[in-house]
């Protein structure tokens, strides 16, 4: 799976990228996985690990 991650949610007021261009970019890239995160306080870590395992394990080669 492709996945894309947004690091530093923490930082909101620091934001280099807006909101509103990445939900954007998201309904145009539906397939891609995306997901914010905070290094710093955890947030959305787990989650980003959970969605990739569960998309490979989706996309895997029926013989395996």
């Not at 990445?22 to 290094?39: N, Y």
């Not at 959305?44 to 029926?62: H, I, K, M, Q, Y």
């Amino acid at each position: 799976p492709f996945v894309v991650v947004g690091n530093k949610m923490d930082l909101e007021e620091q934001r280099e990228v807006d909101s509103q261009v990445i939900r954007e970019w998201h309904e145009k890239h539906p397939r891609i996985i995306h997901c914010q995160t905070s290094a710093k306080d955890k947030t959305g870590v787990n989650e980003v690990f959970e969605r990739t395992a569960r998309a490979s394990l989706e996309n895997r080669p029926e013989d395996m």
